[in-house]
T-cell receptor, first 112, second 111 residues
Framework: GESVGLHLPTLSVQEGDNSIINCAYS??????FIWYKQESGKGPQFIID?????DKRQGQRVTVLLNKTVKHLSLQIAATQPGDSAVYFC???????????FGTGTRLQVTL | DTEVTQTPKHLVMGMTNKKSLKCEQH?????MYWYKQKAKKPPELMFV???????INESVPSRFSPECPNSSLLNLHLHALQPEDSALYLC??????????FGPGTRLLVL
């Protein structure tokens, strides 16, 4: 769960396309998996979460998929908009007032 | 209401100053957190309070002193900080079992 380096992976998508952001996690004991969106100069904004007993959860324009077999989490954003441009972090936690372990983050750039 | 508020938004302080960061939530959450975030990196946990008691201290230097006066408020007292402590300080809250919601952060610059 430690971040490495200063260079964020970047995903560029055209406005209106679907975006898929991927994340690998390490702790099999994690119970909650969360996606956050962070815009420049702001705090992380909760997008959607999923518990370990689920493999898919949908929100408004977003879907989170959880594959516990390969410890993989993904965030799908439908019809990506310019306002979706931000850094996206996945995070995992045992869920009991405990530490969030963050992924390194992915920068999403939406082109017109 | 999923809002966590933090004051001040920006803070500049010298290495001999004493200042405090404040955080407030009215979601009925009984767990509150302080994180530190450096540029282009994920947030790093500093402290966790659960039911107003300190439950996790991630080996944070004593120049950072947290305080939880009640279930809605969380403070971080700062004293004799170093320039490398300059960062975005984030407060978060959650139910004892559940996802954490973050405030907008306080951007701290130590001169």
């Amino acid at each position: 769960g430690e971040s490495v380096g200063l260079h964020l992976p970047t995903l560029s998508v055209q406005e209106g396309d679907n975006s898929i952001i991927n994340c690998a996690y390490s702790n099999s004991a994690s119970d909650y998996f969360i996606w956050y969106k962070q815009e420049s100069g702001k705090g992380p904004q909760f997008i959607i979460d999923i518990r370990s007993n689920m493999d898919k959860r949908q929100g408004q324009r977003v879907t989170v998929l959880l594959n516990k077999t390969v410890k993989h989490l993904s965030l799908q954003i439908a019809a990506t908009q310019p306002g979706d441009s931000a850094v996206y972090f996945c995070a995992e936690t045992p869920g009991t007032a405990s530490k969030l372990t963050f992924g390194t983050g992915t920068r999403l750039q939406v082109t017109l | 209401d999923t809002e966590v508020t933090q004051t001040p938004k920006h803070l500049v302080m010298g290495m001999t100053n004493k200042k405090s960061l404040k955080c407030e939530q009215h979601m009925g959450h009984r767990a509150m957190y302080w994180y530190k975030q450096k540029a282009k990196k994920p947030p790093e946990l500093m402290f966790v309070y659960s039911y107003e008691k300190l439950s996790i201290n991630e080996s944070v230097p004593s120049r950072f002193s947290p305080e939880c006066p009640n279930s809605s408020l969380l403070n971080l007292h700062l004293h004799a900080l170093q320039p490398e402590d300059s960062a975005l300080y984030l407060c978060a809250s959650s139910h004892p079992t559940g996802s954490q919601y973050f405030g907008p952060g306080t951007r701290l610059l130590v001169l």
